[in-house]
């Protein structure tokens, strides 16, 4: 057996498992850093321990080092040594991986990338980042940053992601479609005309990508430009991804995975006009597998130490 550990800003897992996946499954809340590595260290061994131990948790951090380096929804973990705390605790390897580059890695040995040599795994949820499977291996870059295709500007304008104007995380995010769902939504208000979901302007806040979702299934019109125009910035994206890495798959989590019937149309035009049509043609776009079980499956894919 193996064990995976999930650090979040709100719950931790520990899990057990093997190469067939997930065997159980301890879950608690996040808290102080001194108490949450020790409740991690008591599931371990209540798990019964493993012979390797895969740990994920949101950047930055330094996985050759193994440390966590101030993940803004980890308050006071300022370079801890998490894989020496769990080496010298069990006295087996310990592993440290990005939450993206773990998620590629659980896609690429339980979920939608398996059998493949080089595959994409894209975030696509409160964030976009990447993790890349090239040549059969995780590649993380030469100081750990590969993959950060947020911040890579898609228009001189538009809304903001990675702390970058017209990124493509400002146009392809959870936020980044609220923020898009308020400017268009604006836009009518300005007009003197009003949305199902949005009467006037005190209500532009609480405008949120399911929301934006549910109206446009519902048939409204404002709500489903705002997916095709997301839609169409996700194909330019992935189209950069294609012509660069020429990659077998490219697996998209969380909102591409419950919204793909409203963003697939306009991200495959975009493929089509942006793309070059030999690399395009040899690449699979797929929703992830895994689901809501991705996180407890990546931090056990880092277990085995890709």
Same mark, same amino acid.
């Given at each position: ?15 057990? @498992? ?31 321990? @493993? ?111 990675? @702390? ?143």
């Amino acid at each position: 057996m193996r064990i995976g550990v999930d650090i979040g800003g709100t719950k931790c897992a520990v899990v057990s @498992g093997n190469e067939s996946g997930v065997v159980r499954k301890i879950r608690f809340a996040t808290t102080s850093k001194d108490e949450t590595i020790r409740n991690i260290i008591a599931a371990v061994r209540e798990l019964g321990g @493993g012979s390797a131990i895969g740990i994920s948790c949101g950047g930055p951090l330094d996985a050759g080092r193994g440390l966590i380096l101030s993940p803004p929804n980890l308050i006071g973990w300022d370079e801890v040594p998490i894989v020496k705390i769990m080496e010298d605790a069990f006295g087996v390897p310990a592993y440290l991986r990005n939450d993206a580059d773990a998620c590629a890695l659980a896609e690429w040995k339980y979920g939608a990338g398996r059998g493949t040599e080089n595959m994409i795994f894209l975030t696509f949820g409160t964030g976009m980042g990447a993790g890349l499977i090239l040549g059969g291996r995780l590649y993380s870059g030469s100081c750990g940053m590969a993959g950060e295709i947020g911040h890579v500007r898609m228009a001189p304008f538009g809304p903001t992601g990675y @702390g970058k104007l017209g990124s493509f995380e400002g146009f392809c995010s959870g936020g980044g479609i609220a923020q898009l769902g308020r400017a268009f939504a604006l836009e009518k208000l300005q007009r003197g005309e009003t949305l199902p979901y949005c009467k006037d302007k005190t209500e532009l806040d609480g405008i949120t990508a399911k929301t934006l979702a549910d109206f446009a299934r519902a048939g409204d019109e404002t709500a489903l430009a705002v997916y095709r125009f997301c839609g169409e910035k996700l194909g330019e994206g992935l189209a950069i991804l294609v012509d660069v890495l020429n990659p077998q798959k490219i697996v998209i989590g969380s909102i591409f995975a419950r919204a793909r019937d409203l963003l697939r149309a306009p991200m495959e035009a975009a493929l089509r006009r942006e793309a070059l049509s030999y690399s395009l043609a040899r690449c699979e776009i797929v929703p992830a597998a895994l689901g809501e079980a991705i996180g407890d499956y990546a931090a056990l894919a880092v277990s085995y130490g890709a």
